[in-house]
């Protein structure tokens, strides 16, 4: 067989061993960790430095070759597949894995988009400064996927999602030329933000090769906690106490279902003798007494049971009854992913009427980010013939209440068709003339967010 000339050409540029054409070595980078988007590439080209990231976008812009980036591959709504046709490239951003300087006086550093969450992590903390995003994928996680889709987390009460973090972006355009917005000054009023165009922009208007964080404090004194309680109405009442505490970094949410899930997926021991209806893992952190803080919130605000971690591996083993709900249900199925958020007075309502609206077309599991009134509802047991019908049904009480059809994993393959329920026409038209602008041959990542092009 004639080899790919686009191959040949990329070759040249990152080099033979960072071209993937074998449809084993490019398998990976071709489906989500769920198995629900599945596609195939032409190739995988993967380079190491920003001058070839732009020069493998000028070989395929002068090719009229479609581009998908793709970072940790951790997306959850098809956005760093591609599609089956086997004409598009897969770009991996792995390789840029610089980790610059820490400069502690200004709280900054300087990281490659293809650096793991948990890397920048590791690498901030030895100056006790931390990264204020923090998520449960944080091992695969790569700081460029985190900000094309403004992630958020699970500390978003406290330090905002991954945009407020983001203070610079190196980018590079579907034709080639490099945006340099990484110096990240704190005052710089000099036109459009376009770091902030960037951030959340799903991979549809540039690759983003490198950013700069802002840090935060590292907090000496940290407490975890798993609260048992009535009702998702309990739990929203208590947020509201919790919310007057200083320290407060983290309210996750679950239910009585998922516990049963994860435990019975991951072999964990139950935390409680009994089961409750609703879970609430809650951190605090701060200089001084956080752990009395939560204790004095909770003397006036009880909940049914409380588990308080006395150490750091009870403290991880709680958040694990919350974070290893993902792998759980990837363990019983695929599931159907509907991450929304839904005004916090409405919450209790929308979990209590979902039933009905789901009409035994699947079997739901609600767990998320309580402050965010992010919901992630998970379906399984879902017949391929009930997804879009049950889809409808869940998006559409969510717009109806105000709340946001994407809370956090982003438009993707997975709600195109869905954003005008949450978005305006004139805000859809001004978000397809930047979208012209800055790609007009619509290359790059060509089935997010607006799959056609008019
Ligand atoms: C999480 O918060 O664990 C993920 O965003 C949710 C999911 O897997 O649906
Ligand atoms: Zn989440």
Known sequence: MEPDPLATRLSAVVGDAHVLTDPSLRASHESDFT?????????????????????VMRSCHAAGVPIVPQGGNTGLVGGSVPDP????????????????PIDVAA????????????????????????????????????????????????????????????????????DGSVLDRLAGLPKDNTGYDLTGLLVGSEGTLAVITRARLALVPHLPRRVTALLALDSLDAAVSLLTDLRRLESLELVEFF???????????????????????????????GRRGPAEELADALEKAPAREVAVARTASDSRRLAAYRERHTESLNAAGIPLKLDVTVPLADLPAFAAELPALLAGRATPYLFGHLAEGNVHVNLLDV????????TEAVLGR???????????????????????????????????????????????SPHTLFPDRD
């Open 383 to 390: 017949a391929p013939d009930d997804e879009e019908a049950v």
């Open 35 to 55: 198995g629900r988007w599945v596609g195939r590439s032409r190739l995988v080209v993967r380079p190491a430095d920003t001058a070839q990231v732009a020069e």
């Open 255 to 285: 239910t009585a279902d998922g516990l049963a899930l994860v435990l019975d997926k991951s072999g964990l021991p139950a935390p409680f003798r009994t089961t409750h209806p609703v879970y609430l893992l809650v951190e605090c952190a």
């Open 85 to 100: 046709s086997g004409t598009e490239v897969v770009l991996s951003t792995r390789r840029l894995t610089a980790l610059g």
């Open 107 to 174: 709280r900054r550093v300087t990281v490659g988009a293809g650096v793991p969450l948990a890397a920048v992590r590791r690498h901030v903390a030895s100056r006790e400064l931390e990264f204020g995003v923090d998520l449960a994928s944080r091992d695969s996680a790569t700081l460029g996927g985190m900000i094309a889709t403004n992630a958020g987390g699970e500390r978003v009460v406290r330090y905002g999602t991954t945009r407020a973090n983001v203070v610079g972006v190196e980018a590079v355009l579907a």
């Open 398 to 444: 969510v717009a109806a209440a105000g709340g946001s059809i994407s809370a956090e994993h982003g438009i993707g393959r997975a709600k195109s068709r869905h954003l005008h329920l949450t978005r305006s026409a004139a805000d859809i038209a001004v978000m397809r003339s930047v979208k012209a602008a800055l790609d007009p041959d619509h290359l790059l």
